[in-house]
């Protein structure tokens, strides 16, 4: 296995870039669940994202099936924290507000690291 090390000011270059090119803005709220198996969330954090809806679809014996395994990506730096079940609500896109937010599960921890980024799949919830 190939591993690519990258002088510092590379790394800080790719992670400016790859801020600057996330067009959303959402709250990242902590999942958390207390001794007596009560849910709640952490306080909102605020931080830029990247969103991407995503849908599935699948054939079997002739008959098209949708097959929702998750919602959407979000796209993250590096210095953002998440983990399952975090809420994550995205806020404005393309620097419009959103009206009404969206709310979203993390239902699968990240899908991919890179210099700069890590992605995550959520599905979509309704409060």
Request: glycine share 8%.
């Amino acid at each position: 296995m190939n591993t690519f090390h990258f002088p510092l000011s590379t790394l800080h270059s790719f992670r400016r870039t790859q801020e600057a090119s996330m067009m959303h803005e959402c709250t990242i709220e902590a999942y958390q669940v207390d001794a007596e198996g009560t849910v709640s969330y952490g306080e909102p954090v605020a931080t830029v994202c990247g969103f991407k809806a995503l849908s599935y679809s699948r054939r079997d014996g002739g008959t098209l099936y949708d097959t929702v395994q998750a919602d959407g990506e979000i796209r993250l730096p590096l210095s953002v924290s998440i983990g399952m079940h975090d809420r994550v609500t995205l806020v404005s896109s393309f620097g419009e507000a959103l009206d009404p937010v969206r709310h979203y599960e993390v239902c699968e921890l990240p899908d991919s690291f890179g210099p700069s980024g890590h992605v995550v799949r959520v599905k979509e919830v309704y409060l």
